[in-house]
């Protein structure tokens, strides 16, 4: 698992390039292997094409022009001109199929990211910035574009161009072939050099843009608080500091990567000087005719043009190992919660649920979130979790949803323990409010049929009205197709909740959660609204954590949790009538609502 760190934080980076990250590319290329096959026997014909030409206009300089022959000059330029036209097409069509192949590749690979990350648990989430997450899928994803549209399949073709060429060479004249090779071990002691300086640099910048976008997007999140507090130009110098910071990233990588290509270039030309000297002088015994020489130039070219565009690939390989790095460190992230090998769906439940003895902890040595947490709870019923903050009740309604597991104990729907059925089985038969209420951008209707998108346009004014949100949404500009704003954040925080309770009732679950579903609403909509669910709650058995404890008086059963403990329970009666834990807490809230009453006479 990556770091956990803020945009402040840079994350960690491995001192070598890992093979294993780029190997692991051949998982994308496999869908695709017939497709690869067609474009390799193109490239093989245009590397053919390529070994021919040289050795044409060798035939070309040393006998039919020496020879006056123009029968064999016109049949050497028209094979040639067919040579050409041929391989232009073959050219148009490896480029046009090799960026499909790697857009096919690119778009599986945001698949596998994406769906991976939806099966992450809460705690992935809440120990980095979104914004480095999201640039995983996007930026990163997209950085390995190019890599992938040509650089894979370019290579193979440069390989084979560079092997069949060298052949050709040894063949045509051993002596000047080994002049040729002269300077490539200057070649690969600098590109082995450089490689280890980028790759560096890259991971830097990597590590410098997922900064940047964290913090742009906290920003963003962040903006109204920003604009309350007059604290813009606090904003704009951290902006200003984490694009610096990419700006000197971006330009230190970009000055070790460009030194790869002159130098490559440097060594070629180098090469052809030392191929025209050698053949000019006789140095080394060396005695080639002009066309051979001509011919040679030519095959050098075609030597070292595949060595640049390798070199140019392993340029790209050591910029994109830098991302791939985090690309398949996110997919390695393995999900805390999954089904287990054996594990059956859950059949239609009417709604036991026992905490068996439960014990909870989030770290294996650390200190207990629960303990021995002993709850059994009829189907049907309605069971309220209230206390101080942090004293357990959310951890208790994540356990029955699975967000979490169980340290010891156990905990069982119909006496099926939550471990041993399939995750979707247990959740499709759940319905979840938090406080945090999530509101898709979409219309009103698209929200509530989230909770069941095969539900009737009918069904979802029936969920509406139950929970008294019909007629704010048709008092909306256009009812139920009001289009609202990515997070909601053009309705206000009671219409919100109101949405997603309709969501929630709209799946008709058999057991229903709600977390603090009702502190954003207002007295007298929440009035409204308890109205509507107390027909709804009978049949379902449904858990309630609430700190208002106007909500939870009707409860069947009232359990007070401090530390990690089930301190006392019993319905609003009994625990007002023992004078205990609820009790005080009753009287300290009503206190409070009594002064802020008396208050509001004065005023």
């Known amino acids: 698992m990556a770091q956990r760190n803020t945009f402040r934080d840079d994350e960690e980076l491995e001192e070598r390039i890992d093979i294993h990250d780029i190997l692991r590319i051949g998982i994308y290329l496999k869908p695709y292997t017939a497709k690869i096959v067609r474009i390799l026997c193109v490239v093989v014909m245009m590397g053919c094409i390529a070994v021919v030409a040289p050795y044409l206009t060798k035939i070309m300089i040393d006998s039919a022009i020496p020879n006056g022959d123009l029968g064999l000059l016109g049949r050497l330029v028209a094979v040639m001109a067919v040579l050409i036209v041929i391989y232009e097409l073959g050219l148009r069509y490896r480029t046009v199929a090799i960026t499909e192949v790697g857009?096919?590749?690119?778009?599986?690979?945001?698949?596998?990211?994406?769906?991976?990350?939806?099966?992450?648990?809460?705690?992935?989430?809440?120990?980095?910035?979104?914004?480095?997450?999201?640039?995983?899928v996007v930026n990163y994803v997209n950085t390995l574009s190019d890599t992938l549209s040509s650089g894979l399949v370019n290579v193979i073709s440069d390989v084979f161009t560079f092997l069949i060429t060298l052949i050709v060479m040894f063949v045509i004249d051993w002596k000047l072939a080994l002049f040729s090779l002269t300077?490539?071990?200057?070649?690969i002691a600098w590109v082995l050099t450089l490689q280890h300086f980028q790759r560096r640099a890259y991971q830097v910048l990597s590590?410098?843009?997922?900064?940047?976008?964290?913090?742009?997007?906290e920003s963003i999140a962040g903006v109204k608080t920003t604009q309350t507090f007059a604290q813009e130009a606090s904003q704009f110098r951290t902006f200003q500091k984490q694009q610096d910071d990419v700006r000197t990233a971006w330009m230190r990588a970009v000055h070790i990567q460009t030194l790869m290509w002159p130098g490559i270039q440097t060594i070629s030309v180098m090469?052809?000087?030392?191929?025209?000297?050698?053949?000019?002088?006789?140095?080394?015994?060396?005695?080639?005719?002009?066309?051979?020489?001509?011919?040679?130039?030519?095959?050098?070219?075609?030597?070292?043009?595949?060595?640049?565009?390798?070199?140019?690939?392993?340029?790209?390989?050591?910029?994109?190992s830098a991302y791939l790095e985090r690309i398949f460190e996110t997919l390695d992230v393995r999900p805390e919660i999954t089904d287990a090998p054996n594990a059956v769906d859950l059949p239609q439940i009417e709604g036991r649920v026992d905490f068996n003895d439960v014990?909870?902890?989030?770290?294996?040595?650390?200190?207990?979130?629960?303990?021995?947490?002993?709850?059994?709870?009829?189907?049907?019923?309605t069971i309220a979790l209230v206390g101080p903050t942090g004293a357990g009740k959310t951890?208790?309604?994540?356990?029955?949803?699975?967000?979490?597991?169980?340290?010891?104990?156990?905990?069982?729907?119909?006496?099926?323990?939550?471990?041993?059925?399939?995750?979707?089985?247990?959740?499709?038969?759940?319905?979840?409010?938090?406080?945090?209420?999530?509101?898709?951008?979409?219309?009103?209707?698209?929200?509530?049929?989230?909770?069941?998108?095969?539900?009737?346009?009918?069904?979802?004014?029936?969920?509406?009205?139950?929970?008294?949100?019909?007629?704010?949404?048709?008092?909306?500009?256009?009812?139920?197709?009001?289009?609202?704003?990515?997070?909601?954040?053009?309705?206000s925080a009671g219409q919100r909740q109101l949405i997603a309770f309709a969501r929630v009732l709209l799946a008709d679950p058999r057991i229903l959660i709600l977390d603090e579903a009702t502190s954003n609403i207002d007295t007298r909509t929440e009035e409204a609204l308890q109205a509507g669910l107390n027909h709804l709650l009978k049949g379902r058995t449904s858990f309630?954590?609430?700190?208002?404890?106007?909500?939870?008086?009707?409860?069947?059963?009232?359990?007070?949790?401090?530390?990690?403990?089930?301190?006392?329970?019993?319905?609003?009666?009994?625990l007002l009538a023992a004078k205990g834990a609820y009790y005080r807490l009753y009287e300290s809230q009503y206190a409070m609502i009594r002064a802020g009453e008396q208050a509001g006479a004065r005023d």
């Open 359 to 381: 014990v909870f902890r989030y770290e294996p040595e650390g200190r207990n979130i629960l303990n021995l947490v002993d709850l059994h709870v009829e189907p049907g019923r």
């Open 544 to 574: 309630i954590i609430a700190h208002r404890l106007s909500t939870i008086e009707n409860a069947d059963e009232i359990c007070y949790i401090d530390h990690g403990r089930i301190v006392e329970h019993g319905n609003h009666e009994d």
């Open 207 to 217: 590590n410098k843009q997922s900064n940047l976008n964290a913090y742009i997007h």
């Open 271 to 320: 090469t052809i000087t030392l191929i025209y000297f050698v053949g000019v002088t006789g140095f080394g015994a060396v005695s080639v005719s002009t066309g051979v020489l001509i011919a040679f130039v030519g095959y050098a070219n075609n030597f070292w043009n595949p060595v640049i565009s390798i070199g140019n690939f392993y340029n790209q390989l050591i910029t994109c």
């Open 103 to 136: 857009q096919l590749m690119l778009k599986d690979m945001r698949r596998d990211l994406f769906t991976h990350i939806q099966t992450l648990p809460f705690s992935y989430f809440d120990s980095r910035p979104h914004g480095k997450i999201l640039i995983r």
């Open 395 to 491: 951890t208790i309604v994540s356990l029955l949803s699975r967000f979490y597991d169980v340290s010891e104990g156990s905990v069982t729907i119909d006496g099926h323990d939550v471990r041993d059925v399939t995750l979707a089985s247990l959740r499709r038969q759940m319905g979840v409010m938090l406080q945090d209420t999530f509101i898709f951008s979409g219309n009103v209707r698209e929200n509530i049929r989230y909770g069941r998108l095969d539900a009737t346009d009918e069904e979802i004014v029936a969920a509406a009205k139950a929970v008294h949100a019909h007629n704010f949404i048709m008092g909306l500009p256009d009812g139920y197709d009001t289009v609202v704003e990515e997070r909601g954040s053009t309705l």
């Open 183 to 187: 300077l490539f071990p200057l070649l």
